[in-house]
C-alpha cells in the first residue's frame, strides 16, 4: 500500500513536470493562474485607470507619473498572459507590452514625441484586441 502511493506521488509529479514544460513559454514572473471571468471586468477597469493616467501625464508632460502609469499597466497586461489562449491574444498582449515600453522609454528620455506616438499605437492595440475578443465571442 505504501509503495503504491509512493508510486502514484511519483506519477503525478513526474506528468505535472512534462505538463508545465509543455506549456507555452511566458514572460519570467508571471503568474500561471486563469482569472474568474468575474475579475475581468474589475481588471478593465484598473487597465482603463492607467490608460487614463498615461494620457493625462502625456497632457502635462509629467515623465514620472508617465513612466509609473506605463509600468502599472504592463504590470496587470503581464498578469493575463495566460488568461487566454489563442495565439492571436497572446500576439495583441505582446503588441500591447512593446508600446508600453515605447512609453516608458520616452518617460525616460523625456522625448513627449515617442512616448505620444507608442501611446497612440497602444490606443490601437486595444483597439484590435477588443474587437478579436468580441469577434471570438460571436463564434461561441
Avoid at 7 to 36: E, R, T
Avoid at 91 to 98: I, R, Y
Amino acid at each position: 500500500m505504501k509503495k503504491s502511493a509512493i508510486a502514484l506521488a511519483c506519477l503525478i509529479a513526474v506528468v505535472g513536470f512534462f505538463a508545465v514544460s509543455a506549456q507555452d513559454p511566458q514572460p519570467k514572473d508571471q503568474p500561471k493562474q486563469k482569472a474568474p471571468k468575474e475579475d475581468l471586468s474589475a481588471v478593465m477597469k484598473e487597465k482603463l485607470r492607467f490608460a487614463h493616467q498615461i494620457l493625462t501625464s502625456l497632457a502635462r508632460e509629467d515623465y514620472p507619473q508617465l513612466e509609473v502609469a506605463a509600468q502599472e499597466l504592463g504590470r496587470i497586461a503581464r498578469e493575463e498572459w495566460a488568461n487566454e489562449p489563442t495565439d492571436e491574444y497572446r500576439t495583441q498582449l505582446q503588441v500591447f507590452w512593446t508600446t508600453l515600453e515605447g512609453i516608458e522609454s520616452g518617460a525616460q528620455r523625456k522625448q513627449i514625441d515617442e512616448a505620444t506616438l507608442a501611446y497612440m499605437q497602444m490606443t490601437l492595440s486595444c483597439v484590435k484586441c477588443h474587437k478579436l475578443i468580441r469577434r471570438e465571442q460571436q463564434q461561441q
